[in-house]
């Protein structure tokens, strides 16, 4: 009876990230729908182990509750409520491991996969892991919730089970596979670049252009501009944000972009110099196309990509992220070029 109750107790770090799950789900096209694979998990935690005996306490459980309760108590900390969130059902298996042994664990890891899909930004993650539509993201995690199903079946059916040793390898090398993909864009620092946008820059001429009060009601504790620089035929679009001390605030573009409906053809981190980096990105929409680069800085360092800033990021710092779009019309090396041409002619202006 004891361990029941340690069991749903085990719950109650998940239930103190609800209100950061509430509002992912009313507030994020790309989570909106998240909340289904909770009710798919509890279905699968009870097909589960309703015909499987509570064990002896298996104490490799520990090795996985004890991380799992650090990073999801110290979501003030790291600043990522996603991963507090997934911590937080980390904490629900590792506890039904501990007090249930390792059969009652293996039975319920199908269910404990579904609960991690409905993670915030899970969908976002995964479309830019596949290089895919956020919508064609979602059909990917409910199609893995059924094999998970399928899954339980097969357990039940067959009475499969995996050895403690063997999920631990498979685990750490999925997670090291997805670390070395991101591993350049977690680690690379270049040198600090914080533009100032004038009305003459080179051969471009430009003005302010008063942020709408949708953007001025997202960054609500950022300081936000945005400008329009033209020279002949070309239409050069910037977003700049001081970025205050609500990290939420501050998403990846691709991130923006799939959610207002555009398909990003391709994201990759494009090295300018030794010393300094953007993301780009190339979307489109209907007719429109256009070529983004994107980097975050701060008064020591810039990164080009979003889990760097994330990694750095610390409140009341001074930090910046620039976002710099060109249409493309024919051919993208000349939407490149001009980028190109832009940015060189600020790093020029700040002596860089």
Request: aromatic share 16%; glycine share 6%.
């Amino acid at each position: 009876m004891i361990k029941i109750i340690l069991m749903f107790i085990s719950a109650v770090p998940l239930f103190l990230h609800s209100p950061y799950l509430l509002q992912a789900w009313r507030g994020s096209r790309l989570d909106h729908w998240d909340w289904i694979f909770y009710i798919l998990a509890a279905v699968a935690a009870v097909l589960a182990v309703r015909q499987v005996k509570i064990e002896k306490c298996d104490y490799y459980g520990l090795l996985l509750l004890i991380p799992m309760l650090f990073l999801t108590f110290s979501t003030t900390w790291h600043n990522v409520n996603a991963l507090g969130v997934a911590a937080a059902a980390g904490v629900i298996y590792a506890v039904c491991w501990f007090c249930g042994s390792w059969k009652f664990a293996y039975n319920l890891l199908p269910a404990a996969i579904i609960l991690l899909l409905g993670t915030p930004s899970s969908s976002y993650q995964l479309s830019l892991l596949l290089m895919c539509p956020v919508w064609a993201a979602w059909l990917v995690k409910f199609i893995l919730s059924m094999l998970c199903f399928c899954w339980i079946y097969g357990n039940r059916r067959f009475g499969w089970l995996v050895k403690r040793g063997t999920l631990f390898f498979v685990a750490a090398t999925i997670c090291s596979g997805l670390l070395l993909l991101h591993t350049r864009e977690l680690y690379f620092e270049g040198k600090s670049f914080v533009p100032e946008f004038s009305a003459h820059i080179g051969d471009y001429w430009g003005r302010s252009i008063q942020p709408d009060e949708n953007t001025q009601r997202f960054f609500a504790s950022s300081t936000v501009k945005q400008f329009r620089y033209t020279k002949n035929n070309t239409d050069i679009s910037v977003l700049f944000v001081k970025c205050g001390n609500d990290i939420h605030e501050i998403h990846p573009a691709s991130h923006c972009l799939r959610t207002s409906q555009w398909t990003v053809i391709s994201e990759k981190i494009l090295y300018l110099q030794d010393n300094f980096a953007v993301t780009e990105i190339d979307a489109e929409k209907g007719a429109s196309r256009y070529l983004v680069w994107v980097w975050f800085s701060s008064d020591k360092f810039s990164t080009p990509g979003f889990l760097g800033f994330r990694k750095n990021f610390r409140r009341n710092g001074n930090y910046y992220t620039c976002q710099i779009s060109i249409p493309v019309y024919n051919d993208i090396n000349n939407s490149r070029a001009e980028l190109k041409k832009f940015v060189n002619l600020l790093r020029k202006e700040r002596q860089l």
